[in-house]
């Protein structure tokens, strides 16, 4: 069977690993947006503590012997703590200062990071295997569906739609949109928002560092990994805008999807894809697709 | 008077500086200090701070090292064909960056940017990893041999020169002061009757052209293009540079651009002394820890040192 000359199982391969870098490309950017909305920063350090959490899964099986699962809890809890450190002694003393200074600041944290794995491992990527339980493909009839892959695109969507009903249904989620639209107000209701900001930036970098761990049987684990990664991130923010949740899980998804599909319908073009549709949403619709001017 | 002084004593020390160091590395450094000047011209008086710079630098590099090697231009031409592909592309760039505001604008040029680095790693006169190699250096003017780096250095101290002073009249210039006041407070700008779009649109392209001369310039000194120049990482350091010297000082990015190349190669030398005296054996492999280093040093000047060191002496003197 084929559609537009090209073989249906190799569609439909391109599609579901599309659908996959989608789904790093949702949590990533929701994890921007939610940091961006209560801090004000944009975390260049994503694409490296996404990196560290891919490392820490990686070096959890080779040096201790911990399974994949485990990993998956523990990593993140782990990237969390250590985003958590990073706010409290580093990021704190920007917020009253020009936004500029949180990128720059967060750079030379990726820099120092990426500097730190790339003298341990070079740049070579380390090999992980697909943990046990999730080997191997099922026939579906027209095409065959490899378990891991499937896992990783329902794994990002349960984890991105419980975010969505924590922020947009619990009262949790409540204060947070409240500190997002007037952090002063919310204080002076006698909320701790100082606190309520470093565990939103903990919680952002956890989803970064899950999708780290997602991602390591897929891609290979390598310090670069998370810079090539960013930068496509950033376009996709700005695509999707950074107003809403459901928009950056949707424009992560769709934007992986159309990336996937051009790797087969015309494979130059799949690595600027993401650019240039950033290009044409910025002349048709600055402010992004779900996009509010702040 | 003093300020006369100081100008003829750092023109004074350039004009001797090749018979005490090596002059390729000097070269390097000159274009560096231009790149980081026109970047200053952005972030510092304009208050844009651009991600996307190397495309500029770097993708000028490759434009004139394919007009000079595969065309036969003359070293002139070469270097205004690179120049006119910088402009032009940070009028595009440009145009589309500053369609958002503050943050948006800096994530924007960063992937416009690294979009231009896809397309070079894909287009096959660039050599893809391997680089552009074996750029002729020419003649100036069709009689003066380039070949010798004495005389090469000498070119490119003066064409550095007339750029820094064309930026440092750009700066003083009416334009320039509605460029600061487009930094300092956009919407009273607008209010009161500049059109701030053209006036950043415009500061973008010059920016964007001397980044390109430098790139030009390198290209041709060194001979080669690299992937490494179009690079967003190349993008970071001249970010670093300026920040360390000073962003919006005059001379802080050459200053900057001195500090962050020399440290570049001579990181090596400083783990291997550390390694000595202190007899951690990790220390000998700082040289290769670049990044790290790098890293560590806009950490520390974006908490502690954010007026960069000729702005932090500006203030005190003051």
Request: hydrophobic letters at 60%.
């Amino acid at each position: 069977m084929e559609i537009f000359g090209i073989p249906l199982a190799a569609f439909f391969g391109q599609l579901l690993l599309g659908l996959v870098n989608g789904s790093f490309y949702a949590m990533l950017s929701l994890g921007l947006a939610v940091i961006f909305g209560l801090l004000n920063v944009i975390n260049f350090a994503h694409g490296a503590l996404y990196m560290m959490g891919a490392f820490l899964a990686w070096m959890g099986l080779q040096y201790f012997g911990i399974s994949y699962w485990v990993m998956l809890l523990l990593a993140p809890l782990l990237i969390a703590l250590f985003g958590m450190v990073i706010e409290r002694t580093m990021l704190r003393w920007l917020y009253q200062l020009d936004h500029l200074y949180g990128l720059l600041l967060t750079f030379g944290i990726t820099l120092m990071l990426e500097g730190v794995f790339r003298s341990f491992y070079g740049v070579s990527g380390q090999p992980f295997a697909v943990p046990s339980q999730l080997v191997g493909a099922t026939d579906l009839g027209f095409m065959m569906l490899p378990i891991y892959r499937a896992w990783v695109v329902v794994a990002s969507l349960v984890v991105c739609l419980a975010t969505w009903f924590v922020i947009e249904k619990t009262r949790l989620g409540a204060y947070l949109r409240a500190g997002t639209e007037n952090p002063r107000m919310v204080e002076a209701f006698g909320i701790n928002v100082p606190l309520m900001v470093t565990l939103t930036y903990g919680f952002g970098v956890a989803l970064a560092a899950f999708a780290g761990v997602l991602a390591a049987p897929v891609l290979q684990v390598s310090p670069l990994m998370g810079s090539n990664l960013i930068v496509t991130i950033f376009a996709v923010v700005v695509i999707g805008g950074m107003g809403s949740i459901l928009g950056s899980i949707v424009t992560g998804l769709a934007l992986g999807v159309i990336e996937g599909l051009t790797k087969v319908f015309y494979p130059e073009l799949s690595s600027t894809v993401v650019f240039i549709i950033m290009a044409i949403v910025l002349l048709v619709r600055p402010a992004g697709l779900f996009g509010r001017e702040k | 008077m003093s300020r006369k002084l100081g100008y003829a004593a750092v023109l004074v020390g350039l004009l001797i500086a090749p018979f005490v160091l090596y002059p390729v590395l000097l070269m390097k450094i000159l274009c560096f200090a231009l790149f980081a000047c026109a970047f200053n011209l952005l972030i510092g008086f304009t208050g844009l701070l651009s991600f996307g710079h190397a495309a500029f630098f770097g993708g000028a590099a490759y434009i004139t090292g394919h007009v000079l090697k595969v065309w036969g231009l003359p070293f002139e031409l070469g270097l205004l064909v690179g120049t006119a592909f910088a402009a032009a592309t940070g009028w595009l760039i440009g145009g589309l960056a500053i369609r958002r505001q503050g943050i948006y604008f800096t994530m924007i040029t960063l992937a416009l940017a690294q979009m231009l680095f896809f397309v070079f790693l894909q287009a096959p006169f660039t050599g893809g990893e391997d680089g552009l190699q074996s750029i002729p250096r020419g003649y100036l003017l069709g009689v003066i041999d380039l070949r010798n780096d004495l005389t090469m250095y000498y070119v490119v101290l003066a064409i550095m020169v007339a750029t820094f002073a064309l930026i440092v009249r750009i700066i003083h210039s009416p334009f320039g002061q509605v460029l600061k006041a487009v930094r300092e407070n956009e919407p009273r700008a607008t209010s009161l009757g500049y059109e701030v779009a053209r006036y950043k649109l415009l500061a973008f392209v010059l920016s964007a052209a001397l980044a390109g001369l430098a790139g030009s310039v390198k290209a041709v000194i060194l001979g080669f293009g690299t992937l490494t120049d179009v690079h967003w990482s190349m993008s970071g350091l001249v970010v670093l540079m300026t920040l360390v010297g000073g962003m919006g000082t005059l001379f802080g990015p050459v200053l900057g651009a001195i500090i962050i190349i020399a440290l570049e190669n001579k990181l090596g030398d400083v783990g291997s002394w550390l390694a000595q005296v202190t007899e951690i054996e990790w220390f000998n492999t700082l040289g290769e820890s670049v990044t790290m280093v790098t890293g560590l040093i806009f950490v520390l000047c974006v908490l502690a040192f954010r007026r960069g060191i000729i702005g932090e002496l500006a203030a005190r003197m003051r």
